[in-house]
């Protein structure tokens, strides 16, 4: 079995309940959404090489191995750094739900946890390695930052989801309407009221302005009529120069 990647390398976490902690970031190639504020367009079509960052937060040292990499190749790759968490992400990681099981399975026993970072519209997969993931975050996608409404595919998801440890991510552009979040709360509401919800304001960036912090927590005390634990959180690796 094989797959295609992007990039592994090891950096802090900088978003989300696990901000701040050493991560290695294994990150898929392919997409099946196409986001307005992607940081990470270079993920969306298969690459020839996958790039393995040798330095921790930085891209000042790279080694290349060609596509498509092995389960065996990806888990030595992962072992060669000091980190105790294992983050698949992409692009879409759960396109290759398949593969990310057979990695979780070959290196168990090495102490590993592994955190699952999706767009949180494939459930089928999901159900795959639920049983196998210790934490999930999961995006919450609004009409405005994808051009569709993927309700129904979050709410089969978050159903499963919520048997783990798992935190939602809402990124909210200047374009955003309170009329698009409000069944994104409800639904939460519906499933587990408990689970966390970070607002994310867009890192300015490809012509983007990002969120006034006070529309942001305007946003938030909107947000605790439904959820009872909402936080407010940018990316903090972009602020930090970090990769």
């Known amino acids: ?37 992607c940081d990470t367009e ?25 596509n498509p990499l092995s389960v065996d190749m990806v888990s030595n790759i992962i072992k060669r750094y000091k980190s105790p968490w294992v983050s698949f992400t ?20 090495y102490g590993y946890q592994f955190l699952l970072e999706t767009n949180g519209t494939l459930p089928e997969q999901l159900a795959k390695v ?6 999930i975050s999961m995006d919450i996608k609004l009409p405005s930052t994808v ?3 993927y309700f129904s595919q979050h709410k089969e998801f978050l159903s499963i989801a919520q048997q783990k440890p798992c935190y939602l991510k ?21 499933i587990n009221p408990d689970i966390p919800l970070f607002i994310q304001p867009v890192t300015p960036r490809k012509g983007f302005n990002t969120l006034n912090i006070f529309e942001c ?22 602020w930090l120069g970090l990769i």
Do not use: W
Request: with cysteine.
């Open 42 to 66: 270079k993920s969306f079509v298969e690459s020839k090489v996958c790039n393995i960052y040798k330095q921790v937060g930085t891209n000042k040292d790279i080694d290349t191995v060609n």
């Open 147 to 149: 051009g569709q409404n």
């Open 130 to 135: 639920i049983d196998l993931i210790d934490y």
């Open 170 to 190: 809402m990124v909210l552009i200047p374009e955003y309407t309170r009329e698009e979040i409000t069944p994104m709360l409800q639904l939460i509401k519906n």
């Open 90 to 109: 992409g692009g879409e990681p759960l396109l290759n739900a398949d593969f990310i099981a057979k990695i979780i399975l070959d290196l168990q026993g």
């Open 1 to 37: 079995m094989t797959a295609n990647l992007h990039e592994i390398m090891c950096t802090i976490q900088g978003e989300g309940a696990l901000v701040g902690s050493s991560q290695v970031f294994v990150r898929f190639s392919g997409c099946n959404l196409s986001c307005l504020y």
């Open 217 to 238: 927590i305007d946003v938030q005390n909107y947000c605790l009529d439904y959820v009872n634990d909402v936080r407010i959180l940018p990316q903090i690796h972009p």
